[in-house]
Structure formats: structure tokens, C-alpha cells
């Protein structure tokens, strides 16, 4: 069974507007943490920002928030503002506390198109 | 610069050839972990070193594969007698803290990767 469901392979947005990343996840552990990257045509990927299973606020990081919906098992992505640099793929990730912490599993990942 | 490095950048290598993959992580960080990613598709964990241990290689595809941290700082991922289902991304992270199970925000910074490609 997957672990983590990104269902959108791509997203196309305007420059300035809102979008949402969509992300499901599946585990038994009570304990973990969820990610999301940046991965530009570089190659790189950047960490965006991190939620964990305990935390009892949505995690915001600048222009990126993460609306965590526990009992659903989702953990969308939203951005802020678009911009022409925003244009990447997006991985939603998860680490349980269960296999150690360490491992990161990783969606297969949402395409962005920010258009001008 | 103080990121992570990986070489070579791409490499190319006939069908039955090993190759030897380097990741010089950010100095004085604990953890590291290979990734391979396969084209369209999100990393997928291959193995993870704190110090020199190998705590994890469970993600290994087969015994072609060899991962090595001999003095707890670069690593080499070693893959034997390449197959084309071999050609990927391979990505270095390294992390500062020991990852262990007291889950924490432990950001893994990602190297450049390299671009393998077996033909």
C-alpha cells in the first residue's frame, strides 16, 4: 500500500495566486512527521516545511502553510502568492517514529506551473 | 560552499561496469542517506549512516550495491556490474542530529545528485 499519495502529477497556477498541493498519507504509528520539498529543475531538493503528528497547530513557514487534517490522514501543501520561481515538483514526505525516525518515505510527487 | 556535494554530477557507464558514487556531506553532520530516484517518481531510501555505522540498508535493491562511511564523513555508494534498471538519481542527505526515534523537525539537506545512466 503506498505511504504517501500525491494525486495530482500536475497543477497549474497563476502568478499571485493561492494554490493547494494535495497529500494523504497512510500509518498505524501515532508518531510522525510529515515534510514537504521543493525539487527545481536543478535537481536539489529543498526542505519546505515540517509537521508533526503531535503538533496542535498547522506548521507555516513564510509564504507555505500546511493544513494538517489528522483524522483524515492529509497533509496539503498551500502556497501563497505564486511565483514564476515556485514553478517545481513538490514532494510530500514521512518519517514514523516506529522504523527508527530516519527513513523518509516520499510521494511521487506534484509538477507546479506557475504562469505569468 | 557549505551544502552538500556529490560527484560525479552525471556518469555514463556500460552495462557490467561498477561505479563508485561520492557524497561529501555538511561538515560535522551526524546522519546521512542515499536515495535513488527513478525518472517521474519521489527518492526512495536506499540506506543511512550515523558517524560510520550503517544502521540501515534495507533499502538496497540487491548485493550489487555497497554503501560505505569509513571515517564518519564522505560516503561511497558503490554499485557492481550496473544494470540498466540501475540508471537514476542517486541523492546524498545529511542531517545534523542522530535521528533517532525522538521525532523532531531534522531537516536533511539534499546534495545536487548524481545522474546515473547505464546502457
Known amino acids: 500500500a503506498q505511504k504517501i499519495t500525491q494525486t495530482q502529477p500536475g497543477m497549474f497556477v497563476q502568478e499571485k495566486e493561492a494554490v493547494t498541493l494535495d497529500c494523504t498519507y497512510d500509518t498505524s504509528d501515532p508518531s510522525y512527521g510529515l515534510f514537504w520539498y521543493k525539487q527545481p529543475s536543478s535537481g536539489e531538493m529543498i526542505f519546505l516545511i515540517y509537521?508533526?503528528?503531535?503538533?496542535?497547530q498547522n506548521a507555516t513557514e513564510g509564504r507555505y502553510s500546511l493544513n494538517f487534517q489528522k483524522a483524515r490522514k492529509s497533509a496539503n501543501l498551500v502556497i501563497s502568492a505564486s511565483q514564476l520561481g515556485d514553478s517545481a515538483m513538490y514532494f510530500c514526505?514521512?518519517?514514523?517514529?516506529?522504523?527508527?525516525?530516519?527513513?523518509?518515505?516520499f510521494g511521487a510527487g506534484t509538477r507546479l506551473f506557475v504562469k505569468a | 560552499g557549505a551544502g552538500v556535494s556529490q560527484s560525479p554530477r552525471y556518469k555514463v557507464a556500460k552495462r557490467g561496469q561498477d561505479v563508485a558514487l561520492r557524497c561529501d556531506p555538511i561538515?560535522?553532520?551526524?546522519?546521512l542517506f542515499w536515495y535513488q530516484q527513478a525518472l517521474g517518481q519521489g527518492p526512495e531510501f536506499l540506506t543511512y549512516f550515523q558517524n560510520e555505522a550503517q544502521l540501515d540498508k534495507s533499502g538496497l535493491p540487491s548485493d550489487r550495491f555497497f554503501a560505505e562511511r569509513p571515517e564518519g564523513s564522505v560516503s561511497t555508494l558503490k554499485i557492481q556490474r550496473t544494470q540498466q534498471e540501475d540508471s537514476a538519481v542517486y541523492l546524498c542527505a545529511s542531517s545534523l542530529t542522530q535521528g533517532s526515534a525522538m521525532l523532531r523537525q531534522e531537516t536533511q539537506y539534499f546534495g545536487p545528485g548524481t545522474r546515473l545512466l547505464v546502457l
Open positions: 514526505a514521512m518519517r514514523e517514529v516506529n522504523t527508527g525516525g530516519f527513513k523518509t518515505i
Open positions: 561538515s560535522g553532520h551526524v546522519s
Open positions: 509537521q508533526g503528528s503531535y503538533d496542535q
